[in-house]
């Protein structure tokens, strides 16, 4: 929007974000700027062709949708199936035969390439017993190649984790998995309808280390009914675990909450961020490092390569109710989310798409310089010709000038930034037909 004042673009974007369902308003093009995909499945066979021509270097993510309970500040789609384990074995066959259809859509167009990462997210991958595990790994290695030093990440739940189970995982070819923590609190648990005590986490801990696992604790800042200290004493009993990995989350109410569902608001987000931004020195006080956004780890290695690696040159494939696909120069989109609606399409064979947006190369070096701008107030310069074979000066000229007048300047290889510019940053970067989807979905949706 040329001559549009930063505030007014900011109050664009804040009506972009409340758009997003998902909690992904940072990919460009932005969510909120995605159209109805639900009769476009026939684009996607055009789009990743363009870009596994671009790039073979991929990785797979695979929503596991269940839980026995949905908890109160989660707004990832899943489904709450209870502890029935007939209930269970009964929803797991129905989602495998799904599951089973969708890759196979997509198999035939991944035929000349290899994931080198498999994210195994959710819901609860972990519920599954360790013969539905195998019958589950076993039907994407039908479907797909995979490459030698794959990164298999999955999610799981602390109260599932048994000996037995870690086996499992471990011949699978699971080398990290990440345990949804979240709090530690008796109060806060309570109040977002969930369990889980420390004792357990820490038996978690030992038996995956034990199998030769190695762990990522994730805990969420800002959760309804904790405050700062309640937080940082739960990050103190982690940190005394010493997992490989912590991530700090931000509690983010999207529409999908059951908490903002039923009324409740969030936490003053300046505040969250101050007690996070203590949490992420306290990690630091104690050797861990920066791995990326929002985890610190024990070494430069200790990271689920996928999430973090997600402004390269790369794809990612996304199976399952509610998974967001990113080929690379070709499209963005995401499933629809509910189960049900998932479940029909895909088993037979049909893409199950429900929103989404066609991508161009340019797209990806916004979505990289956005990325680089935000994270790290700088794009290095030389990293962005390797990822792209362009010059960011040259590509970005008129965006460079709008930046060095409000303080960017060129040091030691990179563009930086003197301080966080989130929206203007954005108000330079995005595209005219992103912006005009993005009107056309507010004034849709009445914001
Ligand atoms: S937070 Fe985790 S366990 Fe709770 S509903 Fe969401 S995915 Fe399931």
């Known amino acids: 929007m040329p001559g549009t004042s930063e505030r007014t ?47 073979k270097e991929a990785g797979l993510f695979v929503n596991v ?52 990462t498999l994210y195994i997210g959710g819901g609860t991958p972990s519920l599954m017993t360790p013969d ?3 019958g589950f790994f076993a039907l994407l290695r039908r479907r797909f190649r995979f490459a030698r030093g794959l990164q298999t990440v999955l999610e799981l739940h602390p109260e599932d984790v048994t000996r037995e189970k870690a086996e499992s995982w471990r011949s699978c070819g699971v080398d990290r998995v990440c345990i949804g923590v979240q709090s530690l609190d008796e109060r806060v648990l309570s109040a977002n309808s969930r369990r889980q005590g420390l004792t357990r986490v820490a038996a978690a801990h030992r038996i995956l ?17 904790q405050d ?9 009993r982690v940190m005394k675990l010493r997992p490989d990995q912590v991530h700090l989350n931000t509690f983010i109410n999207t529409p999908y909450t059951l908490h903002a569902r039923l009324g ?36 430069p290695g200790s990271r689920n390569r996928q999430s ?3 402004a390269e040159r790369r794809s990612v494939l996304g199976l399952g109710p509610g998974a967001v696909s990113r080929a690379f120069g070709g499209a963005r989109y995401i499933n629809r989310a509910a189960w049900a609606d998932w479940e029909g399409p895909a088993r037979r064979g049909r893409p199950p798409v429900e929103r989404g947006t066609l991508c161009t190369h340019r797209d990806e070096m916004i979505y ?80």
């Open 65 to 116: 949708p269940f839980c026995r309970q949905r908890c109160r500040f989660c707004f990832l789609p899943v489904t709450a199936i209870g502890s029935s384990p007939a209930k269970r074995s009964e929803v797991f066959g129905r989602y495998f035969a799904a599951l089973d259809g969708e890759a196979g859509f997509y198999a035939p167009l991944f035929r000349g390439a290899e994931f080198s």
């Open 264 to 299: 409740g608001g969030s936490g003053d987000e300046k505040e969250v961020e101050a007690i996070r931004a203590e949490g992420f020195r306290r990690l630091a006080g104690a050797g861990y490092i920066k791995v990326d956004s929002d985890s610190m780890g024990l070494t």
């Open 308 to 310: 973090t690696r997600l």
């Open 9 to 55: 673009f900011d109050a664009f974007l804040a009506a972009l974000r409340r758009l997003d369902y998902t909690g992904y308003a940072e990919q460009y093009p932005p969510f909120g700027s995605w159209t109805d995909f639900s009769r476009k499945g026939g684009l996607l066979p055009a789009a990743w062709r363009r870009s596994l021509r671009l790039t």
């Open 132 to 134: 539905e595990t195998a």
């Open 368 to 447: 990289s310089a956005l990325t680089g701008l935000t994270d790290d107030l700088a794009v290095d310069l030389a990293d962005f010709r390797r990822r792209h074979g362009s010059d960011f000066r040259k590509v970005f000229s008129a965006q460079v000038r709008e930046l060095e007048a409000a303080g960017g300047y060129f040091s030691r290889g990179k563009f930086r930034l003197p301080g966080n510019m989130w929206g203007l940053v954005r108000k330079v970067f995005y595209g005219p037909e992103a912006v005009a989807r993005g009107l056309a979905n507010i004034k849709a949706a009445g914001r």
């Open 228 to 236: 700062r200290r309640s937080f940082l004493r739960d990050l103190g």
């Open 209 to 225: 280390a034990a199998a030769g696992i190695k762990v990522n604790i994730d805990l969420i800042c800002g959760l309804p009914g």
